[in-house]
C-alpha cells in the first residue's frame, strides 16, 4: 500500500516539474518562427489578392470585348 502512495505523489510531482517547466513565454527562436509564419501567412495573402485583381481586370476586359463586337 505504501509503494502505490508513492508512487501517486512521484506521478503528481512529475506532472508539477513537468508543468512548471513549459515557459509561458516564447523563446527568440519561438519568436523568430512566428515571424516568419506571419510573413509567408501576408506574402500568401498578397498573391491571392494579386491574382484576384488580375482575375477581376481580365474579366473586365473580356467584358469589354464582347461589347464591342456586339
Known amino acids: 500500500?505504501?509503494?502505490?502512495?508513492?508512487?501517486?505523489a512521484m506521478s503528481t510531482l512529475f506532472i508539477v516539474l513537468a508543468l512548471v517547466g513549459c515557459d509561458a513565454t516564447d523563446g527568440k527562436a519561438e519568436q523568430a518562427g512566428e515571424?516568419?509564419?506571419?510573413?509567408?501567412?501576408?506574402?500568401?495573402?498578397?498573391?491571392d489578392d494579386a491574382a484576384d485583381s488580375v482575375g477581376d481586370a481580365a474579366d473586365d476586359?473580356?467584358?469589354?470585348l464582347e461589347d464591342a463586337t456586339n
Open 1 to 8: 500500500m505504501k509503494m502505490t502512495a508513492f508512487k501517486t
Open 35 to 47: 515571424a516568419i509564419d506571419n510573413t509567408v501567412d501576408d506574402v500568401g495573402d498578397a498573391f
Open 61 to 64: 476586359v473580356e467584358d469589354e
